[in-house]
């Protein structure tokens, strides 16, 4: 990741320090270099750090020696922290952002809903965590409406909430992030907000439904005015450390040699992007908090694949045949909710804003990525796990009796 250096001149001393971390990243890693004019001066000992998103020039006038201080930052690192929601697929969106951001040199706390010792932690990505804390990021648990009483003294410069999907869940967070003058907000919402159209894909700006949860916290969030904040919608997600089933929903039943059951013709659009593209859409987003500020933004890959395509390339990444049938779920009575792990429209929304504003692209190849899931997928034993296929086989024989008939 490379930065263009800024230079500034600074004041010694109006260095302002914040309380350490417990487990937080050594200042050293702030990588902020100094150029400094021959002077002589008592300041000289006290560290630097600047609270601002880009350094202004200024001179310092003492009354021994009139002097400046030439700093160069080339990297600004900052104080994150990540709400992490602790069910669902979204949840290795804040790992994978926390692990890219502590590969910058950026200072990461991740809050995890719920108990360490719950058992939703026995699951990836939160398995994983302890790849967060070696690389010298900090993890607590908790309740994020009491998210001060947790962070304790502690200082942050930006706040991602990966975790709430209404008000009552966002507020406490935002509010606590308000008054404790966080610069950036950032919150992750939903792509499936947009209204259904007639044109496809859905864009930023695209109509959205009045009654959806997270459109009431996008608004919360923008009224509340933060020096940056930036929306972002994902959709579906693959990538190691997953825990929601999708792509493992087609391997299931290709690894086992049963046909694979899809609603309707199978010509749907929908969006699956590896999430290491969703956490650099956010990284650049706090790299650049004046470019993303008041932005939404499609947390998604730049390519569609239809739900057949889906089904061709799991089969192509297990190395087997693939059997696939075709249903209408009404004329069954089949809660396609339950039987398919995607909606059974056009689901599908373009990242156009972050091409045009971060300057982001998709890194997302869903060839390659699915080997890599599925070679995950084997060495959990999960192909050779006994499972029931209750709702396909009630789809199989209802076909079956509408062909007898």
Not at 163 to 188: E, H, T
Not at 235 to 255: A, H, L, P
Request: glycine share 6%.
């Amino acid at each position: 990741m490379a930065t263009a250096a800024v230079s500034s001149l600074l004041p010694l001393h109006s260095s302002r320090r914040t309380p350490p971390i417990a487990g937080a990243l050594p200042s050293s890693l702030a990588r902020r270099s100094f150029s400094l004019l021959p002077i002589s001066s008592p300041f000289l000992s006290s560290p630097f750090t600047s609270p601002s998103f880009y350094p202004t020039s200024k001179r310092f006038s003492s009354p021994s020696s009139n002097f400046y201080v030439k700093a160069v930052a080339q990297e600004e690192k900052k104080k994150v922290l990540v709400v992490n929601t602790n069910s669902g697929g979204h949840a290795v969106i804040g790992f994978y952002f926390a692990r890219q951001l502590l590969g910058s040199g950026h200072e990461v706390t991740v809050l995890t809903v719920g108990e360490e010792s719950s058992d939703k932690m026995k699951k990836p990505p939160f398995t994983r965590f302890s790849e967060l804390v070696s690389a010298g990021g900090r993890t607590v648990w908790g309740d994020p409406a009491e998210v001060g009483k947790i962070v304790g003294t502690a200082t942050f410069d930006v706040v991602l909430d990966n975790n709430g999907k209404d008000l009552d869940a966002v507020k406490p967070v935002a509010d606590w992030a308000k008054s404790a003058g966080v610069k950036q907000f950032l919150y992750i919402s939903s792509a499936g907000i947009y209204k259904t159209g007639d044109e496809v894909p859905h864009v930023e700006g695209d109509p959205v439904k009045d009654d959806a949860s997270h459109v009431f916290v996008e608004k919360y969030i923008a009224d509340l005015s933060f020096s940056s904040w930036a929306i972002f919608r994902p959709q579906y997600m693959t990538g190691s450390g997953n825990n929601k089933d999708c792509e493992e929903w087609f391997f299931d039943r290709i690894v086992r040699n049963r046909p694979v059951p899809i609603p309707g013709s199978g010509m749907q659009l929908t969006n699956i992007a590896h999430v290491r593209d969703l956490s650099s859409m956010l990284s650049l987003a706090v790299e650049k908090p004046l470019a993303a500020n008041g932005k939404i933004f499609n947390c998604v890959s730049d390519r569609a694949v239809t739900l057949d395509g889906m089904a061709k390339l799991c089969a192509k990444a297990a190395g087997r045949e693939l059997k696939t049938v075709h249903y209408d779920p009404k004329a069954l009575g089949i809660d396609s909710r339950k039987a398919f792990p995607f909606r059974i429209m056009h689901f599908y929304a373009e990242p156009r804003a972050a091409k045009e504003i971060l300057g982001w692209t998709s890194t997302t190849n869903l060839p390659e990525d699915l080997k890599e899931r599925f070679d995950e997928y084997v060495s959990i034993g999960r192909d050779k796990k006994q499972m029931q296929f209750d709702i396909d086989d009630k789809i199989l024989e209802s076909l079956k009796a509408m062909v007898t008939v």
